[in-house]
């Protein structure tokens, strides 16, 4: 295990798991409404010269996929564009999902990589915070390859 802080510490490490992923693949983030999006931004400027094809699949639901695209002087954003997250390269779960307020149940993740996966296997990468994916028990249900976890914390001055 090895520990990183700051901003830089999360995307970096970000950027390492997904190093052994080929340029130009499709990588599938999964998260909760809103919650998770702002993330999954971040995370997708983080590896913009690896030239995926990114989309975002809200709570594990492959109908409602969209398309995360680079918007000139904003960044990256999930845009209201359909996409087909169908043989994902990589599918990236992030852990508002294991929020009961947020989320869904993990059997729908494992089943939705399942079912867009057309029998090969994605790389799997879970990206929490505090723990959420131990707290919740997710780490046994899902065979992460590789599984990050960020503690925040904040000081008021």
């Given at each position: 295990m090895e520990k990183r802080s700051g901003i830089v510490g999360f995307t970096g490490t970000f950027r390492e798991s997904v190093a052994d992923v080929k340029d130009g693949s499709k990588v599938v983030f999964t998260g909760s409404v809103a919650v998770c999006t702002p993330f999954i931004e971040l995370l997708a400027y983080t590896v913009r010269d690896r030239g995926f094809d990114m989309l975002y699949v809200p709570r594990a639901d492959a109908k409602e996929a969209r398309k995360i695209k680079k918007i000139e002087n904003i960044g990256y954003s999930v845009v209201d564009e359909k996409g087909n997250p169908e043989n994902p390269?990589?599918?990236v779960v992030l852990g508002g999902l294991a929020m009961p307020k947020f989320g869904c149940p993990p059997e729908d993740v494992v089943r939705m990589i399942k079912d867009l996966s057309g029998g090969k296997k994605?790389?799997?990468?879970g990206v929490?915070?505090?723990n959420i994916f131990e707290s919740a028990g997710?780490?046994?249900k899902i065979k992460f390859d590789t599984?990050?976890?960020t503690t925040m914390e904040v000081v008021i001055k």
């Open positions: 390269d990589a599918v994605p790389k799997i990468v929490g915070f505090m997710w780490d046994k599984l990050m976890d």
